[in-house]
T-cell receptor, first 113, second 110 residues
């Protein structure tokens, strides 16, 4: 499983509250990604990171921010959660650099009421 | 950006028959094409991948073919078994980002 953990694994929150999801890796891979998965849409990239403090937007970045202060941790923050952000969130790492295979974490199921 | 289309969205096959899933992509710069299998409630797992300098790759009952000229690639599963039932995703990479198809739900009938 490429040493990836996500926390929390499940969360229920209310509209307007801030939420932070954590992705942790144990193998010092440079590239990390956050995706959301919704029925009929596959996996869509939210943000990715190519090093400490180096991040960039994906295709569905509106309403999300990220931070990476340490190689092993990549945080995804919903500043003010909305019901449209109810989804399953997956973190991924790229082994061997950004041009190599991606492996996924176990996922976080987020429900925004 | 890259756009990946995947067909069919659902596929039902008799155990022992073959299953084929097709994907097309839009960005001619894409050079890496992985396939993931996802069981219910689990994370996507890589099952096979192919790079742009190769036309076909096999791993036991699974094979992937790539046609760069036509910008399409396909997953072939032979001698399907009940444990092949899952959702399958294709993806294409341009730059350092993967773009995924919407997925194919494969059901293997006993």
């Amino acid at each position: 499983d490429a040493g990836i953990t996500q926390s929390p694994r499940h969360k229920v929150t209310e509209t307007g509250t801030p939420v932070t999801l954590r992705c942790h890796q144990t193998e010092n891979h440079r590239y990390m990604y956050w995706y959301r998965q919704d029925p009929g849409h596959g996996l869509r990239l939210i943000h990715y990171s190519y090093g400490v403090k180096d991040t960039d937007k994906g295709e569905v970045s509106d309403g999300y921010s990220v931070s990476r202060s340490k190689t092993e941790d990549f945080l995804l923050t919903l500043e003010s959660a909305t019901s449209s952000q109810t989804s399953v969130y997956f973190c991924a790492i790229s082994v061997g650099g950004g041009t190599d295979t991606q492996y996924f974490g176990p996922g976080t199921r987020l429900t925004v009421l | 950006g890259e756009n990946v289309e995947q067909h069919p969205s659902t596929l039902s096959v008799q155990e022992g028959d073959s299953a084929v899933i097709k994907c097309t992509y839009s960005d001619s710069a894409s050079n890496y094409f992985p396939w993931y299998k996802q069981e219910l409630g689990k994370r996507p797992q890589l099952i096979i991948d192919i790079r742009s300098n190769v036309g076909e790759k096999k791993d036991q009952r699974i094979a992937v073919t790539l046609n760069k000229t036509a910008k399409h690639f396909s997953l072939h599963i032979t001698e399907t078994q009940p444990e092949d039932s899952a959702v399958y995703f294709c993806a294409a990479r341009a730059d350092y980002k993967l773009s995924f198809g919407a997925g194919t739900t494969v059901t293997v009938r006993a």
